[in-house]
Nanobody
Framework: QVQLVESGGGLVQAGGSLRLSCAASGRTFSLYTMGWFRQAPGKEREFVAAINWSGTSTYFADSVKGRFTISRDNAKNTVYLQMNSLKPEDTAVYYC?????????????????WGQGTQVTVSS
């Protein structure tokens, strides 16, 4: 069982930066692939980024490639999403999630555990 708690969301102007954190409970955090997803009002949840258990492999949605980075600290049971050059279209609730495989890191149905989400709002 893994419990996930996101933090770091907020209001930022276009072009600004935010860093989201996701703290996980449980001793097996280092065994999980971690992903970030987002959902804007009236839209479906979409994949943002994922990182494998060791941090040696990452995967990004085309819409955030080159602007966002994902990292993890297994000693702290935490995964991070650094978001730079933010755009108004990045406005959404951001969720972190955990899965035990890395076969389809952009597939939300593969993730067993989800956080409650944190709001990111980018003003123009």
């Amino acid at each position: 069982q893994v419990q996930l708690v996101e933090s770091g969301g907020g209001l930022v102007q276009a072009g600004g930066s935010l860093r989201l954190s996701c703290a996980a409970s449980g001793r097996t955090f280092s065994l999980y692939t971690m992903g970030w997803f987002r959902q804007a009002p009236g839209k479906e949840r979409e994949f943002v980024a994922a990182i494998n258990w060791s941090g040696t492999s990452t995967y990004f949605a085309d819409s955030v490639k080159g602007r966002f980075t994902i990292s993890r600290d297994n000693a702290k049971n935490t995964v991070y999403l650094q978001m730079n050059s933010l755009k108004p279209e990045d406005t959404a609730v951001y969720y972190c999630a955990a899965t035990q495989d890395y076969d389809f890191p952009n597939d939300a149905s593969r993730y067993s555990y989800w956080g409650q989400g944190t709001q990111v709002t980018v003003s123009s």
